[in-house]
């Protein structure tokens, strides 16, 4: 299996273990150079956003992965989480339907977690 594809598999893992809502794998290898997937999912209040982001980030590093950059940890309305490889953004859900970023990358193919599972 490719780097990329287990990343977005432990990431989509590490949410779902924490009860992330409406969880996303878009692959953008066709469409963009920043990552291979982008991971979006939501949490229903600021400390569950935190339990989120704080799991992908134990679980990948776990694997070996390194986290290049994260942004906005401190408002729990939007945290992006940069491994390289792949991009996870875990949202509230008001920001999640403002910024509506499946929309953004309608031109990536949205993917189900069993492609990914080995």
Known sequence: ???????????????????????????ITGVSVLADYFIIANGNSDSQVNALVDN????????????????????GNW?????????????????RLFYDLER?????KSVSAEKLQL
């Open 1 to 27: 299996m490719n780097q990329s594809k287990e990343m977005a598999r432990i990431a989509y893992n590490a949410l779902n273990d924490k009860k992330g809502e409406d969880i996303r794998i878009i692959d």
């Open 56 to 75: 992908v980030e134990e679980e990948l590093h776990k694997a070996g992965y390194t986290l290049r950059q994260r942004e906005g940890r401190s408002s």
């Open 79 to 95: 945290v992006l989480l940069d491994f390289g490889d792949i991009i996870v953004h875990v949202f509230d859900k008001e920001n």
């Open 104 to 108: 953004i990358w309608q031109d990536g």
